[in-house]
């Protein structure tokens, strides 16, 4: 078990997205990976969930180290680090469907390994990529711009609450 202190951990803030493993407030270093049960994994690996749930993912943009409920996915040269990420989006039902257990779900590193998924050549998986990118894009922005238009009813909404127990509005009027 890793000591918590400052040979083992160093806090560094930075943001990142739920899909990019970006440097954490808190990360492992040399000596907290050589020191425990934690497996390190170079940038561009996919970083999934065996576990509770199976299938959430990410992909490292640095050097990440993660323990228990996770496993790496180191792609080849023959595969896009991006494309694969959505490919095991999109298999997320899948590698549930291969999970095991009775209290909860785990994907084994075997049932991981034996999954398959498509992979075409290296330039098709960059141009199917580049469409995916720019599909996500273009939903996210719209799942944003939709999540600040329901902020801004639910605002309103309880305004008019307020209004109307305070007395401020006149529905006599508002009828007429």
């Known amino acids: 078990m890793p000591r918590h202190d400052e040979s083992t951990y160093s806090s560094r803030r930075s943001g990142g997205s739920p899909r990019l493993l970006r440097s954490g407030w808190r990360t492992l270093t040399a000596l907290g990976v050589a020191s425990s049960s934690a497996t390190a994994i170079p ?13 959430s993912l990410g992909i ?12 790496g ?3 080849s040269s ?17 590698l549930d469907s291969l999970g095991n257990g009775t209290t909860f779900k785990e994907l084994s590193a ?10 075409p050549p290296l330039p098709q998986q960059i141009e199917i990529r580049g469409r995916l990118v720019t599909a996500h ?6 799942r944003d711009r939709l999540s600040r238009q329901i ?16 007395g401020q509005l006149d529905f006599a009027k508002a009828a007429a």
Do not use: K
Not at 43 to 48: P, W
Not at 84 to 93: C, E, I, N, Y
């Open 78 to 94: 023959a595969l896009d680090s991006r494309f694969l990420l959505f490919q095991l989006m999109l298999a997320r039902p899948y």
């Open 137 to 142: 894009r273009v939903t996210s922005d719209a």
């Open 151 to 166: 902020d801004l009813l639910r605002e309103h909404r309880q305004a008019l609450i307020t209004a109307a127990v305070t």
């Open 43 to 55: 940038t561009g690996s996919i970083v999934i969930s065996t576990r509770a749930p199976i299938g």
């Open 110 to 119: 075997s049932a991981l390994g034996a999954a398959r998924i498509a992979v």
């Open 60 to 71: 490292a943009e640095v050097p990440v180290a993660f323990n228990q409920g996770c496993r």
């Open 73 to 75: 996915v180191r792609p």
